[in-house]
């Protein structure tokens, strides 16, 4: 892989993904043989917004390559709260780290930082944008349990604010998956999404319900509906109540479907699901350690 | 020019633009940072009866010679603008306003989270598409009221 930066899942080209997927399983497969590869590497971590498994899974990936962390720490305690810009905050911490992680909630700020750096900076979500670590775990799990190629997905919940949908639907484009997007009206795919897949030749095909399409699907990819996105609490309940699946409503499906979600849940999948053989989204979090190994090693200059 | 064109006095020196789309005329001078404190006279003509484009704008600003760089982003909102640089009264170059591959500092970004409108040292920077303007930073594109946007963004300066 030859990129600087890892802003955007636009990036990646099929021969990139299945290089970081690649390496990933062989960490997988022998953690140890990697346990000493970046000893002395360090990590700068700025996240401007919460987050668990992104922020602990790249610590994890780091420390697991013999590296170490350095993390800015909530922005309450850090001089952006005195009203330091993103441009002067990412030029000064370049000087601590081999590599920047970053989430930023303004859509585009990844992008930014990464022209005032010279360090490889890793987009760990910005606002409704990318997520395009996300995403590499994503497609490692479903290469895992379906395959990339003659793949039918149904993309479920949040598609116009969710970042790890966008992402995931335009590195899709670079294998042969027929796509399906379940939502609201509301919430449907946001224009710039759509005039990508179009762009890649990809037909967009849309529904409202999730009955008539389940059973032809081999991956479902669940995403949480935010109330945040409806003025109305009792708007968001009704609307929110029909993208949720439980154990009844996957008996119409393939037996061998795989149901993911980038997690945390709320109750769009109910907790009958997790027992079931569908259930990948542990499995999903879990992989997001030796994908993002991979990544950080092609980033640090694990090809050379 | 035609009679209706001459409604509008000739000028000595400087730029004519024309075939700008009606009620438009407004918008360029302010994309253009034209607004009088430079000291130039302009002229403008409203609603000009126009075989091409029905009704058109014009707009002559004296003294003052525009580049093609200068001009070009007036093809977001005037793609059939012709620019005529006069010198002695006499038309010395006559072109068309070309569509960028992408425009620089002249537009904000419609994303109200886009990172571009936030206190960073940072242009805004826009890939032209056949049918509107995508952010390089946020990649929302915009197509209706390119108008306004530009008009925004001359504002905050």
Same mark, same amino acid.
């Given at each position: 892989?030859?990129?600087?930066?890892?802003?955007?899942?636009?990036?990646?080209? =099929?021969?990139?993904?299945?290089?970081?997927?690649?390496?990933? +399983?062989?960490?997988?497969?022998?953690?140890?043989?990697?346990?000493?590869?970046?000893?002395?590497?360090?990590?700068?971590?700025?996240?401007?917004?919460?987050?668990? =498994?992104?922020? &602990?899974?790249?610590?994890?990936?780091?420390?697991?390559?013999?590296?170490?962390?350095?993390? &800015?720490?909530?922005?309450?305690?850090?001089?952006?709260?005195?009203?330091?810009?993103?441009?002067?905050?990412?030029?000064?911490?370049?000087?601590?780290?081999?590599?920047?992680?970053? =989430?930023?909630?303004?859509?585009?700020?990844?992008?930014?930082?990464?022209?005032?750096?010279?360090?490889?900076?890793?987009?760990?979500?910005?606002?409704?944008?990318?997520?395009?670590?996300?995403?590499?775990?994503?497609?490692?799990?479903?290469?895992?349990?379906?395959?990339?190629?003659?793949?039918?997905?149904?993309?479920?919940?949040?598609?116009?604010?969710?970042?790890?949908?966008?992402?995931?639907?335009?590195?899709?484009?670079?294998?042969?998956?027929?796509?399906?997007?379940?939502?609201?009206? +509301?919430? *449907? #795919?946001?224009?710039?999404?759509?005039?990508?897949?179009?762009? *890649?030749?990809?037909?967009?095909?849309?529904?409202?319900?999730?009955?008539?399409?389940?059973?032809? #699907?081999?991956?479902?990819?669940?995403?949480?509906?935010? *109330?945040?996105?409806?003025?109305?609490?009792?708007?968001? =309940?009704?609307?929110?109540?029909?993208? *949720?699946?439980?154990?009844?409503?996957?008996?119409?499906?393939?037996?061998?479907?795989?149901?993911?979600?980038?997690?945390?849940?709320?109750?769009?999948?109910?907790?009958?699901?997790?027992?079931?053989?569908?259930?990948?989204?542990?499995?999903?979090?879990?992989?997001?350690?030796?994908?993002?190994?991979?990544?950080?090693?092609? #980033?640090?200059?694990?090809?050379? | 020019?035609?009679?209706?064109?001459? /409604?509008?006095?000739?000028?000595?020196?400087?730029?004519?633009?024309? $075939?700008? !789309?009606?009620?438009?005329?407004?918008?360029?001078?302010?994309?253009?940072?034209?607004?009088?404190?430079?000291?130039?006279?302009?002229?403008?003509?409203?609603?000009? !009866? %126009?075989?091409?484009?029905?009704?058109?704008?014009?707009?002559?600003?004296?003294?003052?010679?525009?580049?093609?760089?200068?001009?070009?982003?007036?093809?977001?909102?005037? !793609?059939?603008?012709?620019?005529?640089?006069? /010198?002695?009264?006499?038309?010395?170059?006559? $072109?068309?306003?070309? /569509?960028?591959?992408?425009?620089?500092?002249?537009?904000?970004?419609?994303?109200? $989270?886009?990172?571009?409108?936030?206190?960073?040292?940072?242009? %805004?920077?826009?890939?032209?598409?056949?049918?509107?303007?995508?952010?390089?930073?946020?990649?929302?594109?915009? /197509?209706?009221?390119?108008?306004?946007?530009?008009?925004?963004?001359?504002?905050?300066?």
């Amino acid at each position: 892989m030859r990129h600087d930066h890892i802003t955007s899942a636009k990036q990646l080209s =099929r021969a990139d993904i299945e290089g970081v997927l690649d390496r990933a +399983s062989e960490i997988a497969a022998d953690p140890s043989a990697y346990a000493d590869r970046h000893e002395g590497a360090l990590l700068g971590l700025l996240f401007f917004e919460p987050s668990t =498994r992104t922020k &602990m899974s790249f610590t994890a990936a780091m420390k697991r390559l013999g590296g170490d962390i350095v993390d &800015m720490g909530p922005v309450d305690s850090s001089s952006v709260k005195k009203g330091e810009s993103l441009a002067d905050t990412v030029r000064v911490v370049e000087g601590y780290a081999d590599a920047l992680v970053m =989430r930023h909630p303004s859509e585009g700020s990844a992008q930014m930082a990464s022209e005032f750096i010279d360090v490889p900076l890793i987009n760990a979500g910005d606002g409704a944008g990318q997520h395009p670590t996300q995403t590499l775990l994503d497609l490692y799990t479903i290469r895992e349990n379906a395959g990339l190629d003659d793949l039918t997905i149904g993309i479920m919940g949040d598609l116009k604010y969710g970042r790890t949908v966008h992402s995931l639907a335009y590195a899709l484009t670079n294998f042969e998956t027929r796509q399906h997007f379940i939502s609201p009206e +509301s919430l *449907q #795919l946001p224009r710039n999404v759509r005039y990508d897949l179009h762009e *890649q030749g990809s037909s967009i095909k849309e529904h409202t319900e999730l009955d008539g399409i389940l059973p032809s #699907l081999d991956v479902l990819y669940v995403t949480r509906i935010q *109330q945040e996105r409806f003025p109305e609490e009792s708007e968001y =309940r009704k609307v929110a109540g029909e993208y *949720q699946i439980d154990a009844d409503t996957l008996a119409a499906a393939k037996e061998s479907l795989t149901v993911m979600h980038p997690l945390p849940r709320v109750d769009e999948i109910a907790h009958d699901v997790d027992d079931t053989s569908y259930a990948s989204y542990f499995e999903q979090a879990h992989n997001g350690v030796p994908v993002r190994m991979a990544l950080l090693d092609a #980033l640090l200059g694990g090809d050379q | 020019m035609t009679d209706q064109e001459l /409604r509008v006095s000739k000028i000595e020196n400087g730029t004519v633009i024309d $075939h700008i !789309p009606g009620s438009q005329a407004l918008n360029v001078l302010a994309i253009l940072g034209i607004d009088g404190t430079g000291g130039e006279t302009v002229s403008i003509g409203m609603n000009v !009866p %126009s075989d091409r484009l029905g009704r058109k704008d014009v707009v002559k600003v004296e003294d003052r010679e525009l580049s093609q760089s200068e001009v070009d982003v007036l093809s977001l909102i005037a !793609p059939a603008a012709t620019i005529n640089i006069i /010198r002695g009264f006499e038309v010395v170059e006559k $072109h068309r306003v070309e /569509r960028p591959d992408e425009v620089t500092g002249v537009l904000s970004c419609s994303n109200k $989270h886009c990172i571009t409108t936030e206190d960073e040292p940072v242009d %805004s920077r826009f890939e032209v598409l056949d049918d509107g303007v995508r952010c390089v930073y946020c990649d929302s594109i915009t /197509r209706e009221d390119i108008a306004g946007e530009l008009l925004m963004a001359a504002t905050n300066g």
